[in-house]
């Protein structure tokens, strides 16, 4: 029998907690990369059809917890130009399960003058400093689709995926559009299958750029520079070589949009500040967001992001 | 019934999936940080038995299967069904040998069993965990030989074979785990 006041995982994990937020704020201080804090409630919310708001009152006032810390940082980078990171938690709703809580802790950072190759190649250097001998892996997002089905995830149309997973997962597909089923081979084929270590997959298709630039490959095909670290199989990191165009922003911002009202679901307040601070100008700069709980569950062994946290969703 | 909504689905609950009444047995949230949210159940078919895994989206329902489980006194079988008493209701039910299944070599009549019941029919039954049989037929046993190792088939009242020490005779009762169907030792007679 468990005691109900007693926390979700084990005082070493604490440990492991503390001496690891020692060791991500020595290495950005030797890197000239500036710790700030950001607001956690905000009159606004990001654009991404797929993240659902935690909505705070204040008196009278709708408030926003963040999901991320990105557009406070982008306004904070238009402002001063400088480096940053931001560790800190960031909430969002009805994510639970073995790797998901609703609040969590993301450590988040910003590099004027980088692309997402460089930024790539920091993210391993600070993975390897706290993971001693993790093997590092780089595969492009057609290699990935491409090795395991031979099929080129750029040209993929909507059928063909429905075609291809059909054999793989048994779901109600009607209705699935192309991002749906690229996830859904990723989550279910793709990702088990990465080797151990730490494994960056880059060049994302454009319908799933978010808030990256979109530039050709060497082929010549359109991609999004946007990376994702895997680390042990689990998504740990999402990096971008920013947007600064503040039309293309906006753009994106009103997609995002028609995807949520097509889908019927909650419109809220954009943040027009971010576009505003875009439009002021944004250095050229790559940002990438961890999710620290993962990486301290790789650390210690966990198999479920309860036992890293004092107390997980089902104990408050 | 109720309607059960993915993310509310935990091990343990029963709910219909293709017109089949299912028990899940995990649920593991499925989300890529910019994509969309997807649950991995496993599922047991409570009609077939098999255990699979499906995907549903975090906007999908399920109904509830009316399934129970009730503690039942097993009474006799007239060959075709295997009939069984609720002792607090004094409600009577009939299996046949689609629910049954193998599970009928562990019945002994006036034994307590569990009944799975859905929309008030059998759907399986399982014997309790240990049940103590007598041995109709099993070659001679060899006095004193109580070293360990030996065994040899036994079959019992209700028809099982299990294996057991080569002491064993004719008309002695022995303890049996229905789940295994290994030997746990020798019972006292009745």
């Known amino acids: 029998m468990v005691d109900a006041f007693a926390p979700s995982g084990p005082r070493e994990h604490l440990l492991a907690r503390a001496v690891l937020y020692g060791q991500l704020r020595d290495f950005f201080a030797a890197r000239g990369v500036l710790e700030v804090e950001t607001p956690q409630l905000a009159t606004s919310f990001v654009s991404d059809p797929f993240i659902e708001p935690i909505i705070a009152k204040s008196g009278e006032q709708t408030l926003y917890l963040q999901s991320s810390p990105e557009y406070a940082m982008k306004r904070l980078l238009a402002a001063y130009g400088e480096c940053i990171y931001a560790l800190g938690k960031v909430f969002r709703a009805g994510e639970r399960g073995r790797r998901h809580n609703p609040e969590f802790t993301l450590l988040e950072w910003y590099r004027i003058g980088f692309d997402d190759r460089q930024l790539m190649a920091e993210v391993a250097a600070l993975i390897t400093s706290v993971l001693p001998g993790t093997p590092v892996h780089y595969l492009s997002y057609r290699q990935w689709f491409m090795q395991a089905f031979a099929l080129d995830p750029h040209q993929a149309h909507q059928a063909q995926l429905q075609q291809l997973a059909a054999g793989l997962i048994e779901i109600d597909g009607s209705g699935l559009d192309t991002n749906a089923w690229l996830d859904l081979l990723v989550t279910h084929i793709l ?14 298709p454009i319908s799933q750029a978010a808030l990256a630039r979109i530039v050709p490959d060497d082929t010549g095909q359109p991609v999004a520079r946007r990376f994702e670290a895997f680390l042990g199989g689990m998504e740990l990191a999402n990096g971008y070589w920013e947007l600064t165009d503040a039309a293309e922003q906006r753009r994106r911002f009103e997609a995002d949009l028609a995807t949520r009202r097509a889908r019927n679901l909650p419109q809220y307040p954009l943040d027009e500040n971010l576009l505003a601070a875009l439009e002021q100008g944004l250095p050229s700069c790559a940002g990438v967001a961890l999710g620290v709980d993962r990486l301290l569950m790789q650390m210690t062994g966990a198999s479920r992001i309860a036992e890293v946290l004092s107390f997980d969703s089902s104990r408050v | 019934m109720a309607t059960y909504s ?18 899940i047995v995990e649920n593991e949230f499925v989300k890529p940080g910019k994509g969309q949210a997807f649950n991995r159940v496993k599922l047991r078919n409570l009609t077939t038995g ?89 070659d001679p046993g060899l006095k004193g030989d109580t070293a360990q190792g030996g065994t040899k088939p036994a079959t019992l009242t209700t028809g099982a074979v299990v294996k057991v020490p080569l002491f064993m005779n004719i008309g002695d009762v022995v303890r049996v785990d229905t789940r295994t169907g290994e030997y746990l030792g020798r019972a006292a007679k009745e």
């Open chain 2, 6 to 23: 993915i993310n509310d689905f935990r091990a343990g609950l029963k709910v219909m999936l293709d017109g089949d009444p299912c028990n």
């Open chain 1, 191 to 204: 990702e088990p299958q990465l080797p151990t270590g730490l494994t960056f997959v880059y060049d994302y």
């Open chain 2, 50 to 138: 098999r255990v699979w895994e499906r995907t549903f989206r975090g906007s999908e329902s399920l109904d509830g299967a009316d399934v129970v489980d009730r503690e039942m006194e097993y009474l006799y079988t007239d060959g075709e069904f295997w009939h069984f008493m609720d002792p607090t209701t004094f409600d009577q039910f009939q299996a046949d040998k689609k629910v049954v299944g193998d599970q009928y070599k562990w019945l002994r009549e006036q034994d307590k069993c569990t009944v799975t019941l859905y929309n008030n029919a059998p759907l399986a039954i399982a014997p309790p965990n240990h049940v103590e049989l007598e041995v109709v037929e099993t």
